[in-house]
């Protein structure tokens, strides 16, 4: 069956540092991988499409790699900050149309 | 603000009653999504709309589950005969076609339903 796994636990990091999370997948083959930020009590908000055919993008502090022989896609925030506390989300398109499939998400915690 | 609008923001309701939520897309985007997401998890796909067709629908969309968006712009979902696991957070997303896909959505901020 299809499934989607990113970091189980929370993950919690010091002001400054990088945060890596990771998102791996099985029996997909998706065209595109996204990752998005969801804050309490609110709708997911976009961050980064990569596409199957780019091994790294960068938006600000944000780098996303995808390495679809290993199937998985690491997110990192440099200089992280306790702004960007939130929970990420990865999403695949499922092949068959636009809809996405998420991941459960990863918490993170920025600490001053 | 121009962004995706949901409302109730907010609904409790009994188990057995009917409940029907409202979705206003961006208004030039062409396409419209319904997830829900229960709590720890990610949001699960429920169904799409290309303008006015519905042209995809997750196994998850039961007989009691209805959607439309009967002139390509806002959207309804309608939960008929409420359950207690119908309780999660319901989102809609909306996006402009792109080819090749990979097109952005845009979410909106939700509508919470709680069956008692």
């Known amino acids: 069956s299809q499934k989607i796994e990113q970091n189980s636990e929370a993950l919690n990091i010091q002001e400054g540092k990088t945060a890596t999370l990771t998102c791996n997948y099985t029996?997909?083959?998706?065209?595109?991988l996204q990752w998005y930020r969801q804050d309490p009590g609110r709708g997911p908000v976009f961050l980064l499409l990569?596409?199957?055919?780019?091994k790294e993008k960068r938006k600000e502090r944000l780098k996303v790699t995808f390495d679809t022989t290993l199937k998985q896609s690491l997110f990192h925030i440099t200089a992280s900050q306790p702004a960007d506390s939130a929970t990420y989300l990865c999403?695949?398109?499922?092949?068959?149309?636009?809809?996405?499939?998420f991941g459960k998400g990863t918490s993170l915690l920025v600490t001053p | 603000d121009t962004g995706v609008s949901q409302n109730p923001r907010h609904k409790i309701t009994k188990r057995g009653q009917n409940v029907t939520f409202r979705c206003d897309p961006i208004?030039?985007?062409?396409?419209l999504y319904w997830y829900r997401q229960t709590l720890g998890q990610g949001p699960e796909f429920l169904t799409y709309?290309?303008?006015?067709?519905?042209?995809?629908k997750s196994r998850l969309l039961s007989d009691r589950f209805s959607a439309e968006r009967p002139k390509g712009s806002f959207s309804t979902l309608e939960i008929q005969r409420t359950e207690q696991g119908d309780s999660a957070m319901y989102l809609c997303?909306?996006?402009?076609?792109?080819?090749?896909?990979?097109?952005?959505?845009?979410f909106g901020p939700g509508t919470r339903l709680l069956v008692l």
């Open positions: 997303a909306s996006s402009r076609s792109l080819q090749g896909g990979g097109e952005t959505q845009y």
């Open positions: 029996n997909y083959s998706p065209a595109y």
């Open positions: 990569i596409r199957e055919n780019e």
């Open positions: 999403a695949l398109d499922g092949g068959s149309g636009y809809a996405l499939n």
């Open positions: 208004s030039e985007h062409n396409r």
């Open positions: 709309f290309q303008n006015e067709a519905q042209l995809e």
